[in-house]
């Protein structure tokens, strides 16, 4: 279990927010958590009470216990139980060599396992806690002593471990309850060592307890407090392994005869008596302990693994990959020779991609969200896009779509064409053929992209290879560095791996890796949000240059106006899923027709600019969208029939549409006596 | 040496391994000197005449002051040298050495089928997420996580040597049958003698312990992987690669199966720890006379001496391995290099 570092905000926030508000805080992930890992919680759970009650309802009804071999039939009457005898009416899980009652034996083992599982793990967490605590507050020397200390001890067996202890212990204790959950529990320690000293070390270093520091001694419950939220959420998870793994040990050490004095009633114990049974054909005396040790740890584990996947958000389950969501257009099915009419047409066009009512969604937990609801434009060869919005506005949906690349529980709908290929409905083997070769995407984040054990060359000769199966390796070779020599970096660093190169010069490696087999679309994905504005620059001018000499089509997505007003020929502006404008550059940045559109130009900064506007409020739900105009909510211009229908993208200038009911053409008349603004929205505002 | 080479960083680790020799020694020195009473007298008390017992404390250095004990321990340990047990006249060296090649060969046919196991289901597992295939694979991980081995192998036992007559439950190959011993390891010593009715034997003799381990760490391995696969294959290089057009077996092994694996080179230094400890479990069920058989004999008969030699022998493999584990993860990995 290794910690996870918090921010100073989160810290402050978590050390600030009352008891309540961070439980049902902690309680919301449970809550969202799948159906899996609540099953699993809740099985686990089930059981573990199913034995909680066998262990203390069960001797008091059960007639037997554990080292009971005879019976009183009557009063001073006693009747032995009979050796080896199978299950049986009367011994429901047979008896042993002993004459012991198997169930008896089974029940009290089971309070014996849950006091010597209550009482180690207490241990291991007492001293786990109070250790990590104090090595963590302390540092120095000190703590380096303790942290290889624990290092060594968690890397030794447990069960060798726990054996050596109760070997020790022996010579003080008798052996018993006690004894046993000493040398189960000293195991633990360093787990909880490690969480509480590093929760303590990190938050020590926050500048606000430094603060609080100054102000007096306030620092100690401010540790306390953020450690015990933090350690609140991983301890569970914790606890619950080793109170799984508690049972195991202990059985263990009873199996290889150091655990509880015989013929005290204990599993694993037991199962060594079994031991000679089994040669004979026995079967029910090692079968039932052994079933309720496999019970009980397979019930703690159920709750530990869900816990986990509830607390763990990477591993919380999202949707399965491609299941069809409800209200999904149907996909129009072409026959061969129209898909080919269909290419044809488009290289007369010229066109490098052409979109048609393209629909993106992913399922939620709250039903279906169009990320993208209906979109329509081209993309010429030679001609640069921009597609601008706000965060969330479904840019970045979009252009994973173009290559039909969607998360498990993403669909694409409408019709996407490139070089002749439907992406939206061609089969996936088409589709992957199209990717790198016809159009390639170029990502946001340049230092994860790249696979971290291959070297740079090996990507390029992967993807030449895997689309021009005839290439050598040389050719491959020869070709990759002709793309890095383009993107300027220098093809002796063929060979390097990906953490040697810096994120400028990774995100140039994703560029070399994009054009090296000349697609006729590049998508970027705010290629350069990552980067310094000297690499932008340079990143830019690669992308132009493309443009322009290899007649590339690219779509660039970003919500940085300047980019745009510098890279690209056409802009598209999106807002909630929908494009809302489109047009030449120029245009979009002197005379923006839709209200949002200005609100955006407006809200950049340029020289003109006397006060920074920004608008008001924020995007609706996707989920459940508005019936009328999507933006009506934040519009200033507002009209009645903005809510209650969706206006169409309509001519409002020159190459320019926009889609508002300012505009005539949009569905709706505009009514008498409203105008719509003109002018420089830098001056005019909106 | 340049950062980031090979060289420099095994320099690195094994000078990181120092201090962990060293504490750990310490502390199992202080742990079993913290038991009251010599390992002589509590072995031999009542058996043997005062006067000899006297004696051979005194051979032992057991009426040193503690800290010339522990200069002692430390010193014999580092040079390897484990001391003599009490109760059996083999020095601890020559026990490891007779012992030892049953249990390594009893371990590594065990990691065998754990891998084998576990690197198959888990990958499949993490693939095929959320399907019927998962769900059995993770309730199978869990199920076998939860079964003691020692109650596996007896089940084992009860079916495949009692009930079918399959396969032997107890003990190595052993005299006419066994091979004629040249490593100690016998499946390698009958391939060399070219002896294959003994191999036969070896191996039927192999298979119960060998599966009812690797099952146990197969079920460890499958989580894993799993897990480990569910990550790679969301990471941005996968998606990326994707991008790329690259075909989705290519994409699966290359990209995201050959990632997922290096957590589990780093986590296979926990895995051995839990191999050793099941493997004590596993001779014991099956009488196989490895190490750890040898470990809980010496126990049993309160053996201090021996204990701690062989103890402390262990700890150093576990130092060992986790060396070469880190080496072999900065070979695979060029990242950790820095």
Known sequence: MTSTSTSGDDAVLEARTPLKTRLQHAWRPFRESSRV??????????????????????????????????????????????????PSAEHWFGTTKDQFDVLARIIDGATLAFAVMALAVSIAMLIGV??????????????????????AVYAFPPLVLAIIVSFVLAAYLSPGVPSAAAAVGLVYIPQYFR???????????????????????????VLGRYVFFNVVQTVPVILTLNAADAILVLASLGFLGYGVQPPTPEWGYDISQAVNDVAAGIWWTALWPGLAIVLLVMALTLVGEGLNDVINPLLRAKGKAGRKIKGMPRARRRDRS?????????????????????????????????AVDGVSFDIKKGETVALVGESGCGKSSMGRAMLRLMPPGGVVGGQVEIGGTDVA????????????????????????????LERVSDHFVEMIRTHKPKTSREEARAMARDALVQVGIPPTRIDNYPHEFSGGMRQ??????????????????????????????????????????????????????????????????????????????????????????????????????????????????LIDPPKGCRFAARCPHVMDHCTESPPELTEVGPEQRAACFLYPGAGQPVPEGVVAPSGDPQVSGI | MKAGSLGRYVLQRLLLAIPMVFILLTLLFLLLNAAPGDPVTATLGGRLPPEEIAQRKEALGLNDPLYVQYLNYMGNALTGDFGNPVTDPRSVVQIVLDTAPATIELALAAMLVAILLGITVGALSGRLRDTPFDVGGRLFGILIYAAPVFWTGLLAQLYFSVELGWLPSQQRAGGFDAPEPITGFYVLDSIITWDMAALGTVLAHL??????????????????????????????????????????HVVLFRHAFKTALIPIITIMGLQFAMLIGNAVLTEHTFTWPGLAQALVGFIGARDYAAVQGIVTFIALVIVGVSLLIDILTGLVDPRVRY
């Open chain 1, 425 to 452: 409905t061609a089969p996936e083997s088409e589709v992957r053929k199209l990717r790198g070769e016809g159009a390639s995407l170029m990502f946001q984040e340049p230092m994860t992209r790249l696979n971290p």
């Open chain 2, 207 to 248: 298979v119960l312990p060998a599966v009812t381990l690797g099952l146990l760490l197969g079920g460890v391995f499958i989580r894993l992987v799993r897990v480990n696969m569910l990550q790679t294959l969301r990471s941005d290089y996968v998606e990326a690669a994707r991008a790329r057009g690259l075909r989705e």
């Open chain 1, 508 to 621: 140039r490696v994703m560029l070399a890796l994009s054009i090296v087999l000349t697609p006729r679309l590049i998508v970027a994905d705010e290629p350069t949000t990552a980067l310094d504005v000297i690499v932008e620059s340079q990143i830019l001018s690669l992308l132009e240059r493309l443009r322009a000499e290899e007649n590339v089509g690219i779509l660039f997505i970003t919500h940085n106006l300047g980019v745009v007003a510098e890279a690209c020929d056409r802009v598209a502006v999106m807002y909630a899923g929908k494009i809302v404008e489109m047009g030449p550059v120029d245009e979009i940045f002197t005379n923006p027709k839709h209200p949002y559109t200005r609100g955006l130009v407006a809200s950049t900064i340029s020289l003109n600019t006397t006060e920074l506007r920004s608008i008001g409020g924020y995007p609706p739900n």
């Open chain 1, 37 to 86: 890992s609540r099953g699993l919680i809740f099985s686990g759970l089930g059981i573990i009470a199913a034995f909680l009650l066998l262990a203390f309802v069960g001797p008091l009804v059960y007639p037997y216990d554990g080292t009971q071999y005879r019976a009183e039939t009557s009063p001073g009457e006693f009747t032995s139980f009979p050796e080896l005898a199978p």
């Open chain 1, 195 to 221: 969480v509480v000293r590093n929760h303590t070390l990190s938050v020590k270093e926050e500048p606000f307890v430094e603060a609080a520091k100054s102000f007096g001694a306030r620092n100690r419950t």
């Open chain 1, 130 to 151: 109070t250790l990590g605590l104090f090595s963590g507050y302390r540092g120095g020397r000190l703590d380096r002593i303790l942290v290889t200390a624990m290092d």
């Open chain 1, 338 to 370: 129209r898909r080919a009419a269909d290419a044809a047409e488009q290289d007369d066009e010229g066109l490098a991609a052409k979109v048609r009512d393209l629909r993106v969604g992913y399922r939620t937990a709250s039903g279906p969200l169009w």
